[in-house]
């Protein structure tokens, strides 16, 4: 149905693929994502519009990545799990970091409170606490910066579903606990 290997993509405007490509800066080829994504105009340009607008916020690159690490790996979605392990070394994050944000974890305690936040709001579908809140605001985040981790978990569990139901295989090396591997030919089962 949506397999990424079945599927060509649409083609679409200029504007909506210079949109979709500041997302995968450094990629020569169109990676399967954008191909099953490329479906939906709609659906393309609101996830073109989202990523280009949360990637000129307050939460940093760095930051984003983490998000995009934490989520993933609840979520179990291998695909993206490689995508944001090759955008966080990009992004500077180590590989122990990598590995410490797919277990919701940082050695900086306001990464590390923004990471626990990360967690519970997507394992408790947005049913936090206020102390879960106060944390992140004693952290050190504002309002915009907790809004835009709100938003930048949204967009990532969006990616996640999208890739588990498509079973997206990889573009690249695989990801196994926080370090690349050849990839696997066959794609990812849900």
Same mark, same amino acid.
């Given at each position: 149905?949506?397999?990424?290997?079945?599927?060509?993509?649409?083609?679409?405007?200029? =504007?909506?693929?210079?949109?979709?490509?500041?997302?995968?800066?450094?990629? =020569?080829a169109v990676p399967n994502f954008v191909k099953v994504l490329s479906k939906s105009r709609a659906a393309a340009m609101a996830y073109a519009l989202a990523s280009g607008s949360l990637a000129e916020g307050q939460i940093t690159e760095r930051q984003r990545e983490q998000i995009a690490l934490?989520?993933?790996?609840?979520?179990?979605?291998?695909?993206?799990?490689?995508?944001?392990s090759r955008a966080g070394g990009n992004a500077g994050l180590s590989g122990q970091e990598i590995e410490s944000a797919r277990r919701a974890a940082a050695s900086?305690?306001?990464?590390?409170?923004?990471?626990?936040?990360?967690?519970?709001?997507?394992?408790?579908?947005? =049913?936090?606490?206020?102390?879960?809140?106060?944390?992140?605001r004693k952290a050190g985040f504002s309002d915009a910066e907790m809004i835009e981790i709100v938003a930048n978990i949204a967009l990532n569990i969006f990616a996640n579903y999208l890739n588990i139901l498509a079973r997206t295989g990889p573009d690249s090396p695989s990801v196994e606990n926080g370090h690349m591997t050849a990839a696997k030919s066959a794609p990812i089962a849900a």
């Open positions: 149905m949506l397999h990424p290997n079945s599927i060509e993509p649409n083609p679409f405007s200029q =504007e909506l693929q210079q949109m979709l490509a500041r997302g995968r800066a450094g990629c =020569e934490a989520v993933a790996e609840i979520n179990g979605s291998e695909y993206c799990l490689l995508a944001h900086d305690a306001k990464s590390a409170q923004m990471l626990r936040f990360t967690q519970s709001v997507v394992l408790q579908r947005g =049913e936090i606490s206020d102390d879960d809140l106060g944390a992140l």
